[in-house]
């Protein structure tokens, strides 16, 4: 039967309230009595603090509370707990917590802030990691840890066949590729409002995952986890940096407990860039051999991670990366190091890809350097290579619906028809990627729990407890609930901001929600769909297995006129004596399990492939790439709404364009000088080309509908494809994003050089 | 096994929030870009709409609707669909809508109300509702119905066996009672917003009953009931006068239908006594006959009942009433009638008691008048009579748990040992009372639906249908999902206030939430309770049997130091692969039955019984009638929170006294002339007496825990009890609320007069 609502591009769920203004984001939120909140925080990267004081800033009309480290119950917060709320003895990067403020309005508590004084003995800091790993290096940012390594990750198949692989290999590649600071611009700032009362905490945050959060927030205040309740806004944008909580949110509940006031603190767009988590720069030194036909033999790559002052979930990225490096293609023999430093720069975090785009830059372009190598079309490197149905990688990852090769050979099929014109070079390159699209077990569960309510009105009620911070989840999960109970779109809604209501998921992140909750979703509203059946089937006495449910009816399949409406099946069945209501529960855990020490183990129920191809026009006399289009093509198992996955698509690759070509947060001294959307060069709409999403459907047997993730496979490849373009175009071969202008001049006037000597 | 929870007196769920503020009654709700909506009423109570001129109204700066019933699609709403949302060709009672404004505040409003022009061709009116059935009556209410009666009850037993029974009985009773308007005086006045937007309606109102509310609005807009979200603000009281939908809640709808924005009315405290429903006044004519033992032969009413100009849910009070007539103590001989009958006063609706406390009395007062025509004690000629487990009664309703003898001889018993001083007399009375407690199967449901969910941080969530308005439900529920899962009572959270996300609920009335509401919480929390019972069981390794939830551990019972925590069950079955959550769902419809069209039938699945004793102090010089005391016991079944039913029982008391000392909502020519809390003479705190609660306990089978509903219980006998005392005090019989001094001094008058003839 085919499917009537699933595959049909849906608009969004939440389209209309934000078009007009009625979606309620953080900076919306108010309360009665409500004080803000502000954060000060340290202008120097490393420094001791000597003293702090707060008396002018309390005695400040309109200020409420003033509280500095001294004050909290010193609880330690963060993945590995290295951060304090509030800083007592030292700062470790420009922006660090030193104190909050609460006063009845904005300016007031800016004024405030002016008035606390800081006394800092300056120290010397370190914003290089390898200098900071150095055995010379004589800054430490935590004292107590003795160095500034804060985690490694390690990896390795046999030892021994990796080392006669690369000696028998016709091809060994080794380069350094470099990344830098980019992070999200998610239109809405971070901000939360808490509210702390009678013992019970409220908190409206616009968090991905809002049951870790309650977790981390009674870890860091010490409210028992049932005495916090997280409500989420509208989420403008999360990308990843909403998924820790952050030192600002557990100041704010304080303010909110010694005022016994609600309290909100909101980010301005400067500190957005100073204070929320960018992804990580990285330095990766990638070895890539492979035979005379081609194939690979053997990977090696040593990443060192810029962490910058403290650990979040960020510091973990090398888990996705590595699984690039072990499992993007076949590749039998592999190394993995990935060292995560600590620098007195801002500390990254998680962000659109996790490592993989990363450490995706590295592998692609070492795939185009392979072909070029062995004077092979950088397709067909890529075709021999590629992961297929029913492989297992070293990593123990098990491939089942797979794509990969149809979305290689889509991605690039319609580029580089056109010639160049003169003084512009024109070049297509393309790049493929590998990551989770069934969930990622990096929790104890990797579940969510959905419960479906189908009334007498004949509305459905879903309440999950996936967040949708803009990807489009809550649409697709309407989509899967009216598919499977026969209702329009419109009749079903979806309730998932808050904790108290909704039952547990480990959040937004991993491309997991369609995928996860959206399992969870359709198997809670098939119970409610068996109840319908058996009392359709009683009504029409017609064979259950012979029934089908469209349009808000209940059919016969071969005797269409044979039918009874929904809503009176839900009526006979409830209003009568002994009646009963139509309610489904469900907790979708995928059947995965978590990667043991020697990181083996098969950590989703799927992986997304793809491919983004590349044509860009290089200009010789300026260095300036300008891309032309781009074709991205995507395995997303089953397309539950191609709209949505145009969108992804679209914003993925204006995203990664960004990452290849002008995106850099730029630090001195770990401050942020270009902490602004002027100078921090964010792509706008004239700079984007044409971006044709090419939709490749897998069918994977374990997803709903067949569906896999998407949400960040399309930022992934695209710095890649790019770079392989440009080196298409010019010979240029770039290693280090973002490619601008002047580095493919410097490009440019060494091949010329090269060429004049 | 002694419960720990229920059972003991528990602080109200909401009082924190009460007490500080923090409750948002509809008064406290906005919406951004919100209108102020007002309703034109009609000054007339009877006249033809010849013309409505709203050109001046509508060019008002600020104004942005204005309707009339031309603007409308003329559905017609209301029990009986006799009401029309804005009146189109005529006006049948003072407070009729006219027409509709909404402006962008609430002066503006009021201006454009004053605006409007309406042109009137006055009508007979007719207030009296005997004159409104006599046959030469010329007006009429509703002309296409060629009568002013709008509906007749009738029920009666054996035709000849009653009259047998009456030429047989040795004492004939015949009297008139006659019982005023009173209204319910409900601190937070009406009000509704609504925003129509998208083609969905969400309308924030403080109905009582929302899903049965939900129906109705979609009646009455042709908006689709899946389209309408209803929710509930904190509601200050409802006694019933929140049971119907009124026509400005329509009117409201289609303000924001028009304007595309959200428009709010809230009544002020003169529209609430014009034009919300009242309690209706009624004339009984009561016939009761008995043996020289005192033993019941039979008892006959006839009664006729203001309805005002439409109907509303209390034109069907007369269901219980007769009840009354039939069941309270045991009588073999039955015959009730009982006509509704339109008039032109404001029509009259639910009020905690729904006809009981007029009909109990007239039965009251005659069980008196009974006694001292045989010279026997009021208290024994009750006990004699009193209703006993097991009886099936006239109607079929049977009997289980009865305590009805208990209450009689605890009402009275303390009462009556202090001398009266000079120029005062004193005087004790009693009155009983029959009514339903477990749930009133009035419409083909009766059920309540219920999610409980367990989270991993020990915090149970209940999702359902109930609504609390004030009477404490929501305590209840929290303390019946606490004391089955081994929690506190605040690791309990109570959703219900929106029918997106709760579970289908008939509504607050007939006392009805503890019973139903809380066996369907009981059932889906004992739901959660085996699956960690079975966990725990082999966890300890021990019988299931054996195990206790206690403070948040399950232990084995007679040996409590092997215990594990319950947050520790949840995480253990939750964080693992193929792990699963805790929720539990459930729908409890009682074993009951609607009556059939001879009124016969088990309408609850138990009856509550109850008895007031009250002594009073009449002035003999100024007829003033002072109650020193009132001793009230009920059969609740089981105390579920002693405290919050000394608070109905405060509560029912101080309205009971109101009725019967003082309230009465004063008409001329239909229009309430005591509009205001001045002149509308609600007791106040000097008034009230020590009230004293004596709750009795019955263990009722069917309820939970034991318990049976009280709510409406508590303010139905003291009208009677009253009466009886005064009767006591000084041989003047009162058979007309409220006992006016003059009314007393009028009796005292005719006494000495009888006397010194």
Chains 1, 2 share one sequence.
Not at 678 to 687: G, H, N, Q, S
Request: proline share 4%.
């Amino acid at each position: 039967m085919p499917e009537m609502i699933v595959g049909k591009s849906a608009t969004k769920y939440d389209a209309f309230a934000k078009v007009i203004g009625e979606a309620q984001y953080i900076q919306d939120l108010t309360q009665p009595r409500m004080l803000w909140g502000k954060i000060l925080r340290s202008s120097l990267p490393h420094a001791r603090i000597l003293n702090i004081d707060t008396s002018k800033a309390e005695k400040l009309l309109g200020v409420k509370a003033v509280l500095t480290a001294k004050d909290l119950p010193g609880r330690r917060i963060g993945f590995g707990n290295d951060n304090e709320v509030l800083k007592r003895n030292k700062v470790r990067c420009v922006g660090d917590e030193i104190a909050a403020v609460a006063a009845v309005d904005e300016a007031t508590a800016i004024e405030a802030m002016s008035l606390i004084k800081v006394e800092f003995e300056p120290l010397t800091a370190v914003f290089d990691p390898e200098l900071a790993m150095a055995e010379n290096c004589n800054v430490l940012v935590h004292e107590s840890r003795g160095s500034n390594l804060s985690l490694e990750y390690h990896f390795e198949t046999d030892e021994a066949a990796l080392a006669a692989s690369l000696d028998q290999a016709a091809v060994v590649l080794e380069d350094r590729f470099t990344l830098p600071f980019v992070t999200s611009s998610a239109m809405a700032t971070h901000g939360c409002m808490a509210l702390y009362r009678n013992g019970e905490l409220t908190i409206w945050t616009p968090t991905q995952v809002p049951f870790l959060y309650q977790h981390e927030l009674m870890m860091a205040t010490g409210i028992p986890g049932n005495r916090i309740r997280v409500i989420q806004p509208t989420i403008g944008g999360g990308f990843g940096a909403k998924l820790d909580m952050y030192p600002y949110e557990a100041a704010c509940v304080h303010l909110s407990m010694v005022t016994g006031l609600p309290v909100k603190i909101v980010f301005t767009r400067e500190e957005e860039f100073q204070a929320s988590r960018p992804r990580q720069p990285m330095i990766i030194d990638l070895v890539t051999a492979a035979d005379r036909d081609g194939h690979l033999l053997a990977r090696k790559a040593k990443v060192i991670c810029d962490n910058g002052a403290y650990n979040s979930w960020g510091s973990t990225t090398p888990f996705v990366g590595m699984q690039t490096i072990s499992s993007l293609y076949r590749v039998p023999n592999v190394r993995y190091d990935a060292q995560i430093v600590y620098t007195n720069n801002p500390y990254s975090g998680a962000m659109r890809g996790y490592g993989n785009p990363q450490h995706t830059f590295a592998v692609e372009s070492h795939m185009d350097m392979l072909a070029a190598k062995l004077g092979m079309d950088p397709l067909t490197v890529r075709l021999i290579n590629a992961n297929q149905s029913g492989d297992v990688t070293p990593q123990k990852m098990k491939i089942t619906s797979c794509a990969f090769s149809e979305t290689l050979r889509e991605a690039g099929k319609e580029l580089g028809s056109l010639p160049s014109e003169p003084g512009k070079l024109r070049g297509k390159g393309i790049a493929g990627l590998l990551h989770v699209g069934g969930g990622a077990r990096v929790y104890r569960s990797d579940g969510c729990g959905a419960v479906v309510k189908l009334d007498d009105m004949g509305r459905a009620v879903l309440l999950t407890g996936a967040t949708d911070m803009g990807q489009g989840s809550d649409t697709i999960l309407t989509q899967i609930v009216a598919e499977v109970l026969g209702l329009e779109i419109k009749d079903v809604k979806v309730i998932n901001n808050d904790t108290n209501l909704t039952p547990w998921d480990v959040g937004s992140h991993a491309s997991r929600t369609t995928f996860i909750a959206g399992n969870a979703a359709k198997i809670a509203a098939e119970k409610v769909r068996s109840q319908l059946i058996t009392a359709a089937a009683q009504i029409l006495n017609a064979n259950p297995d012979q029934l089908l449910l469209r349009n808000k009816r209940i059919m016969v399949e071969d005797a269409p006129e044979r039918f009874v409406d929904i809503g009176k099946i839900v009526r006979s069945l409830h209003f009568k004596q002994d009646g009963k209501l139509l309610v489904g529960e469900a907790f979708y855990d995928p059947p995965t399990e978590m990667q043991d020490n020697q990181f083996l183990g098969n950590v989703s129920a799927a992986y997304a492939f793809g491919a983004h191809g590349v044509e860009v026009e290089v200009d010789r006399a300026t260095g300036v790439v300008k891309v032309l289009k781009v074709a991205a093509a995507h395995d997303v198992g089953k397309a539950i709404n191609p709209l949505a996955i145009q969108g992804q698509i679209e914003g993925g690759c204006a995203m990664g364009l960004g990452y290849a070509l002008s995106e850099e947060m730029k630090l001195r001294e770990g401050r942020v000088i270009n902490a602004n959307f002027l100078d921090y060069r964010l792509l706008t709409a004239v700079d984007i080309p044409e971006i044709e999403g090419i939709i490749v459907e897998s069918d994977e047997q374990e997803g709903p509908f067949g569906a896999k993730g998407i949400g960040e496979a399309c930022c992934i490849p695209t710095g890649a494809a790019v770079a392989n373009a440009v080196y298409a175009a010019t010979g240029v071969r770039i290693k280090e994003l973002p490619i601008t202008p002047a580095k493919v001049l410097e490009g440019l006037n060494k091949m010329r050089s090269t060429f004049d000597t």
